[in-house]
């Protein structure tokens, strides 16, 4: 059985992590560039997949190239560690997760993308 998280739309997801960002004095195309360092989209692919209201699951399976740095994302998310997730697309949507939150927090760029 899939975890629940595959279902949910990519497009209702972004404006959530887009609101915690602002929140904590980033922006817009900061957000976009850790999404796009991650899975290989662009704008017009990100903006594509948003309008098709896509889920976590096929916005991942159809991204265009997982970035070969993001087994080097570490840490714990919602309890659990990133690195130690068997399942490929959770460990992704994971791994989005975990950089958002870098982002948030303050991160410096250079480190979030590693």
Known sequence: MKPKIYSYAFAGIYPMYLQK???KGRDKAEL???IF??????????????AAEVD?????????QINPNAAKITGKICGV??????????????WMDKLVDE???GKAMEKILR
């Open 37 to 50: 360092w991650l899975t290989g989209y662009d704008e017009g692919g990100m903006q594509a997949q948003i």
């Open 32 to 34: 976009d560039e850790v």
């Open 81 to 94: 560690r990133v690195e130690e997730i068997q399942d490929p697309v959770e460990q992704r949507i994971r």
């Open 103 to 105: 982002l948030a927090k």
């Open 56 to 64: 976590l699951e096929a916005f991942f399976n159809q991204a265009p």
């Open 21 to 23: 960002i602002e929140k």
